[in-house]
Every structure is written in C-alpha cells, then in structure tokens.
Antibody, heavy 121, light 108 residues
Framework: QVQLQQSGPGLVKPSQTLSLTCAIS??????????WNWIRQSPSRGLEWLGR?????????DYALSVKSRMTINPDTSKNHFSLQLNSVTPEDTAIYYC???????????WGQGTLVTVSS | DIQMTQSPSSLSASVGDRITITCRAS??????LNWYQQKPGKAPKLLIY?????QSGVPSRFSGSGSGSGTDFTLTISSLQPDDFATYYC?????????FGGGTKVEI
C-alpha cells in the first residue's frame, strides 16, 4: 500500500520560497508507471493541479501554466521522495498543498495528508 | 486548459436516495474522467477512474458513466448512506495538464 507523508513549514513570508517534501513508501519515485504530483486547494481556486514528475528512462516534468515560471519539482531517488519549491509567493498562494500519485493517467489514487501553507508577513 | 463544469454545486438528499452528479468538459476526454469524494479536513479519495471503473475498495453503490460525445459524465450513488455525505469532484486526465470541477456538496 502506497503512503505519502508530507513535511514542510506552514507559514511563509511574501516574496519568499515555499518548500514542501513528500516521502514515499510502498512505491518508488523512479518507478516506470507512476507520476508524482503536487495539487493545492483553496476556497478561491478550488482544487488546482500544480505539476508532476515521472521517470521513463529519464526524468520528465509538467507544470501548470499558472505557476510554471515559479515552480520546481525535484525527485530524490536516494531518499525516495520528491519536493516542491514555489518561488516569490504571495497571499494568493495560501492553500492546502497535497502530494499525490497517479498511475497511467487513471486518477490520483494516493494522497498525502495535506499541508496548510499560509503566506503572510 | 480543459474546463470542467459540475452540476449541481450542492444538493440535499436523504439516506437511501439515488443521486446523480453531472460533469461536463469543454472538449472531449475519451473517457479520461475521474471522480473523487472529499470529507472535511481530509484529502480527496479516488472513487471512479476512466469514467466508469470502480477503484479498489469503493462500494458498488457508486457508479460512473459517460455519454458518446466524450464530454458529459455522471456519478451516481444508488442508495445514499450516512458516510456518503461529502463533496464530490470530477477531474480530467486526458491532457498533460489535469483540471478539476468545482465540486458538488451533498448534504442531508
């Protein structure tokens, strides 16, 4: 059974970088069938997919247009986790952030517990 | 981006009722449509994938279907149980940029 455990700060100052990590158990970040995603949820924007990484002989990355210029996902095979970095945050980035696994584009079948990140000075 | 429109945004129902939630996509999805249930304070839970396939462990009272157009989809709960009062979301996985519907809150 796949489990995802998120970690990272719940408060970030405006203009700084939001960083979260998702530790994977029961699967491999470099497996050939899964993709590893970041999704956020806020009252104003609903559920918003942010980006993903996956390994198919090399690493691939996809990002939502709304965050593409500010976001980086980094897989770490030695720790079997992947991370999110979102630069230059504003209060509009305040949301619950989730990591999630998808397999063969058949939906997000495993989710982290969620991290409420507040952007405030 | 593909726009996903759910209706209704909320509904009131009773235990034992049959309910249907609709999701419409702005372009064809070729059945790459998924449904989730979310309860307060919890992550969404995958119920249905590829429009009509039941995720492992999900009760059979949940079912999904799609129209021939590939743009209209429904989630049906055949007999509503107390544990089913939650918010339901559709999500398309047809493109490399997944998008979600706005949600349907099912209340008592």
């Amino acid at each position: 059974q796949v489990q995802l455990q998120q970690s990272g700060p719940g408060l970030v100052k405006p203009s700084q970088t939001l960083s979260l990590t998702c530790a994977i158990s029961g699967d491999s970040v470099s497996g050939n069938s899964a993709a590893w995603n970041w999704i956020r949820q806020s009252p104003s924007r609903g559920l918003e997919w942010l980006g993903r990484t996956y390994y198919r002989s090399k690493w691939y990355y996809d990002y939502a247009l709304s965050v593409k210029s500010r976001m980086t996902i980094n897989p770490d095979t030695s720790k079997n986790h992947f991370s999110l970095q979102l630069n230059s945050v504003t209060p509009e980035d305040t949301a619950i952030y989730y990591c999630a696994r998808s397999v063969n584009d058949w939906g997000f079948d495993s989710w982290g517990q969620g991290t409420l990140v507040t952007v405030s000075s | 981006d593909i726009q996903m429109t759910q209706s209704p945004s909320s509904l009131s129902a009773s235990v034992g009722d049959r309910i249907t939630i609709t999701c419409r996509a702005s372009q064809t999805l070729n059945s790459y449509l998924n449904w989730y249930q979310q309860k307060p304070g919890k992550a969404p839970k995958l119920l249905i994938y590829l429009a009509s396939s039941l995720q492992s462990g999900v009760p059979s009272r949940f079912s999904g279907s799609g129209s021939g157009s590939g743009t209209d989809f429904t989630l049906t709960i055949s007999s509503l149980q107390p544990d089913d009062f939650a918010t339901y979301y559709c999500q398309q996985s047809y493109t490399t940029l997944p998008t979600f519907g706005g949600g349907t809150k099912v209340e008592i």
